[in-house]
């Protein structure tokens, strides 16, 4: 399974979005953004296992902005 941080300008955005994927079936966290980049908000990420495409779409179709991709979060 694929896993993926989806970089967000808050941490509301992070909760937000973390709330509308969990209700998808997405196993979801939060977490900081570990590599910040200047422009990127308070530098949170939705931590995602599944498909990106459709994690994007959900978030995309709820103005949750997102900032950047990085690949690969630590699910335990």
Known sequence: MNK???KVGSVTYAMKGRELLAKNGFK?????NPKP??????GYMI???GNI?????ILERENVKVNG???GCDFK
């Open 37 to 42: 980049v200047k422009n990127e908000g308070c």
């Open 69 to 71: 991709i990085e690949d």
């Open 28 to 32: 979801v966290y939060i977490s900081r």
């Open 53 to 57: 495409d459709v994690a994007l779409a």
């Open 4 to 6: 993926h941080g989806i």
């Open 47 to 49: 931590c995602v296992s």
